[in-house]
DNA sequence: GCCTGTGAACGGCTTCACAGCG
DNA sequence: CGCTGTGAAGCCGTTCACAGGC
């Protein structure tokens, strides 16, 4: 996956053009938790990520009636090594029991709590197309905790039609109905021209995460959160490999060919 | 973000435990290009991503007629710095003119060449759910080159039905079905419990890449690619920079209490 | 003078390996 | 003795800064 992310925004780091803000403030206001005082915030990224996973599969171990797992069998479930869980898993705190493992109670508490999902989040889906359709069907979204609340297009034929049991919102209404909702995360599932002007509308709407599907690459103020999904990258991506794996096979017959009498260098099935 | 990957499997690294292949295979073959041979085959899979976008916001730029492009603006309409543009770019060969810049046209040539879309993908859609549907109707998938020429499902009620134009195949064809229509690119969109037994089949099927939309780790062997579209993890960690931001929101009115005197520590605006 | 291409420095994530504790 | 928790090492991707050409 890929997650668009911005600029790192160090502190301290001179940005390529400074923002109107910065200029006509001439008084800084501290709007990020010194390095010294952050309180376990060194999560990183990728990491956060992976919680998530071992959250699903503890959620399903724990239907199972798994009372404990060890990092080991965990790891093996979560399709990461042992060393790396236990890695993301010391990020969160010391929830384990030495020699014995962890308890999976425990363990979906604890990361609950740290990726926020104590709290409901909102979710407002724009662009009610064949995938606005299909996410606002997912009815509650993924594990509980994301009810989508509004949903918005610009189409007047769409214009309060119940899709998923919502009706559809129109597009210019989107400040005051996010607002009213109180929406934390913003789906964009426009057609690409859309997608920006969307984005900017939400973020005027006072919304800070957002989830873009459409394949643009969306400019967002410092303090707004995207993560994208993009189908045509994951493709091409996969197509990389499929190209890469053609080249190796050519190149490796002629090896195996040359070196038919020798052994040669490590084994590994291919089909 | 993120994507499925398996441990490196890396030339001469001691796995963690010697597979059955290994252990009855007196005679081994070479299965991956010698790192010496290796024909700039190190293009980081971070790049490959980001290749993939720069190709479509130069697609967009041709279009709209420009011949050229420096990577100050290649890169500002990718989202990215021009250092890491320019090393992307370096990883596939040194297309550009100093002084000047990028061809537009040759760059889109070299990056499709690289990314192996001078070929067709054909993509074979699993589980014509809400989601199935939304992507079948995508019809030819984006930028072309990755046709849609199967669909599946369990359904009885749904074979047959035609779905974006091609009807729904029974998933017991798997096999026969890819086989015939060499399918490369297998797309996963069932619910979660069968996901599993899908990839199986697909791989028995000599599918070698997988696009996973499903909540699930799929345990596939090491020749198949596999990357996964996460809703739930996408919305989760979007979910923990919420709370982040919730936290340093309170961290920072104490602090700006506490400091309300004097200097602290940088501008940005967090509003 | 300007912009590309790239070695080198840097930083962050991953892996290792073992100390620490039940 | 087993398994967690973690400092340290290693590795890989990003950023820097400047040499190299046009």
Redesign the interface.
Same mark, same amino acid.
């Given at each position: /996956? $890929?997650?668009?992310r911005? &600029?790192r =925004?160090g502190?301290?780091v001179t940005p390529?053009a400074p923002?109107a803000?910065?200029i006509t403030?001439p008084?800084?206001?501290?709007?990020?938790?010194?390095a010294a005082?952050e309180?376990a915030?060194a999560i990183p990224?990728?990491a956060? *990520?992976r919680?998530?996973?071992y959250?699903?599969?503890l959620s399903g171990m724990q239907e199972h009636g798994s009372g404990t797992v060890s990092s080991e069998e965990l790891a093996a $479930? *979560?399709?990461v =090594?042992s060393a790396k869980l236990r890695k993301d898993l010391s990020y969160i705190g010391s929830y384990g029991t030495r020699g014995v493992g962890y308890e999976v109670a425990v363990l979906i508490e604890e990361i609950e709590r740290?990726?926020?999902?104590t709290?409901k989040?909102s979710?407002a889906v724009v662009g009610i197309g064949?995938?606005g359709?299909?996410l606002a =069907?997912?009815g509650g979204?993924?594990?509980r905790?994301?009810p989508v609340t509004a949903l918005f297009d610009v189409d007047p034929d769409l214009v309060g039609v119940p899709v998923g049991g919502l009706p559809v919102g129109h597009i210019d209404d989107i400040a005051r109905v996010c607002a009213e909702r109180e929406v +934390?995360?913003g789906v964009i599932a426009t057609p690409p021209p859309a997608a920006q002007a969307v984005c900017d509308r939400l973020v005027s709407a006072?919304v &800070?995460?957002?989830?873009n599907f459409a394949?643009v690459?969306? &400019?967002v103020?410092?303090?707004v959160?995207v993560?994208k999904?993009?189908?045509?990258?994951?493709? &091409?991506?996969? +197509?990389?490999?499929?190209?890469?794996? *053609?080249? =190796?096979a050519a190149?490796?017959a002629e090896?195996?060919g040359r *070196?038919a009498n020798g052994?040669?260098?490590?084994? /590994?099935?291919? +089909?």
């Amino acid at each position: /996956m $890929a997650a668009q992310r911005g &600029q790192r =925004n160090g502190v301290g780091v001179t940005p390529p053009a400074p923002t109107a803000a910065e200029i006509t403030t001439p008084i800084p206001r501290v709007t990020e938790v010194p390095a010294a005082r952050e309180r376990a915030r060194a999560i990183p990224e990728a990491a956060v *990520a992976r919680l998530a996973v071992y959250l699903r599969v503890l959620s399903g171990m724990q239907e199972h009636g798994s009372g404990t797992v060890s990092s080991e069998e965990l790891a093996a $479930a *979560a399709g990461v =090594n042992s060393a790396k869980l236990r890695k993301d898993l010391s990020y969160i705190g010391s929830y384990g029991t030495r020699g014995v493992g962890y308890e999976v109670a425990v363990l979906i508490e604890e990361i609950e709590r740290i990726l926020g999902l104590t709290r409901k989040h909102s979710v407002a889906v724009v662009g009610i197309g064949n995938l606005g359709h299909a996410l606002a =069907n997912y009815g509650g979204f993924p594990g509980r905790g994301f009810p989508v609340t509004a949903l918005f297009d610009v189409d007047p034929d769409l214009v309060g039609v119940p899709v998923g049991g919502l009706p559809v919102g129109h597009i210019d209404d989107i400040a005051r109905v996010c607002a009213e909702r109180e929406v +934390s995360i913003g789906v964009i599932a426009t057609p690409p021209p859309a997608a920006q002007a969307v984005c900017d509308r939400l973020v005027s709407a006072g919304v &800070q995460c957002i989830l873009n599907f459409a394949p643009v690459v969306l &400019q967002v103020p410092d303090h707004v959160e995207v993560r994208k999904v993009d189908l045509a990258v994951e493709l &091409q991506v996969l +197509s990389f490999h499929v190209a890469r794996r *053609a080249d =190796n096979a050519a190149v490796l017959a002629e090896a195996n060919g040359r *070196a038919a009498n020798g052994r040669a260098v490590d084994g /590994m099935v291919v +089909s």
